[in-house]
């Protein structure tokens, strides 16, 4: 609950102040009605952690944490049940999700990194269309991993994506427009939050700038665009903007969350772009030698590493650029890459990629304030928010930052959150719906969820 601290103004002046009196603040809906909430988004919204889907990680949803501070509110408050596409186990759907382990690596050394899930086996419950017991069928989280807005008129987009098959009412048919309306008619929401976006940088992102960069990509097909490409700004605003107007059109109100700076979480910045530690002094001088041609001289200590650019040149890292999470260790290791070997420019994001991703980043940020600001919605400033997280927060003596695995926020994917990480999530929400809407509902009690399992304690 939130507290209202009053204190003895008048006390203070004329001897030795009390301690102060704390009353307790029951949470209202202030301007906003909550009875019925619909969640809009992508993996994010779903829950997918550690890289992949499972039931507890929809469990730890934001969403989920959110409708549960709804409920505790007496008027206007959430009701009834919070119905989500449950998977049926944890192993991860469709594929393993990830677990630490003590991994060895090619020159005899070991450490605690994350493995896919040793002792997975596909199910064929989880694959199975799910069949909501609310009224009417109803869903109330209706997240899909990996969608785009550019997805969504793509007419039978859940037959290329096995996480919206499962509950989409028209799989082979329908654009996601076309089942979010559904949604909305079949829901009659009060309230609705969307997170839709960051797909459309990641996947340019993840691939180490291996698409279209300009914003001018074009269809590989009828409204269907290379998962590599930056969405075009055009055909992001018309779509984003025909979901905020399915969205609104029972009267609802709602919260718009933007599009963090990717460039800031985990998966980006865990290996440094001068991470070529050389212990021996021959070691430098050897490589020194290898690249005279070039000029590139090397240390003892922290170098760049060598890698491929966009260009296809083998050059030195510069610094800013971005190493990704999925560049293999026992490459650079015992392979010579970053070495003697340039590090593929598919692991890599040079300075013109970044600049790609934070341009697009800027303009459909742009967009979705321009949305809210229109349809008088509340903006969730995420990409703000994900540098507050970058330098750190505390909840309840506890700290969480950015840090890969040790930092107790994101998950072992390095892009999505864990059941805390979603926690901190909604209260970023929360407390921008409570600014929003003059409401007061309740923050999340962050450190009672669970963060990453270590081995021994599983």
Known sequence: MKKLYIFGALACLLSACKPSVNITVPPTAGDADFRSYLAIGNSLTAGFSDNSLTV????????????????????????????????????????????????????????????????????????KPYVSTGPNGQINNIGVPGIRVADYNFAGYAALNKWAARFY????????????????????????????????????????GQGDGSGNALPIAANLYNRNDITPTPVFDTNYSHAVMASISTGAKGALINIPDITKIPFFT??????LVLTRQS?????????????????????YFIVRDNLGNLRQAVPGE????????????????????AIPQSYVLTTEEIQNIKNAT?????????????????????????????????YNG???????????????????????????????????????????????????YSGILFPGNF
């Open 398 to 448: 506890i700290k969480y930052n950015s840090q890969f695995v040790t930092g107790g926020a994101f998950s072992l994917d390095g892009v999505h959150m864990n059941p805390r990480g979603y926690a901190i999530i909604a209260n970023k929400i929360i407390e921008t719906i409570n600014t929003k809407y003059h409401s007061t509902i309740s923050p999340v009690n962050v450190n009672k």
């Open 362 to 394: 800027t303009r459909f940020n742009e967009k979705i304030a321009g949305y809210a600001f229109r349809n008088n919605l509340a903006l969730v400033d995420m990409f703000s928010y994900m540098s507050t997280i970058e330098s750190g927060i505390v």
């Open 283 to 303: 070691q430098a001088d050897s490589l020194t030698a290898f690249y005279s041609s070039l000029n590139y001289v090397f240390q003892l200590g922290a170098n």
């Open 56 to 127: 507890t990680g929809q469990l730890n949803s934001y969403p989920q944490r959110l409708f549960e501070q709804f409920a505790l509110i007496q008027d206007r408050g959430a009701q009834g049940n919070f119905y989500q596409p449950l998977l049926i186990t944890d192993m991860g759907y469709p594929g393993p999700r990830k677990e630490l382990a003590i991994v060895y690596y090619c020159n005899g050394d070991s450490s605690v990194a994350p493995i896919d899930l040793s002792y997975f086996s596909a199910s064929a419950e989880d694959a």
């Open 322 to 341: 971005l190493i990704l999470l999925t560049t293999p260790k026992d490459s650079i290791t015992c392979a010579g890459w970053g070495s003697y070997k």
């Open 169 to 208: 009412k028209s799989p082979n048919t329908s654009t996601p427009q076309q089942e979010l309306e559904y949604r909305v008619s079949n829901n009659h929401p009060t309230f609705f939050t969307m997170w839709l976006g960051a797909n459309d940088v990641l996947g340019y992102a993840v691939a180490g």
């Open 270 to 275: 865990t290996i440094p772009a001068n991470g």
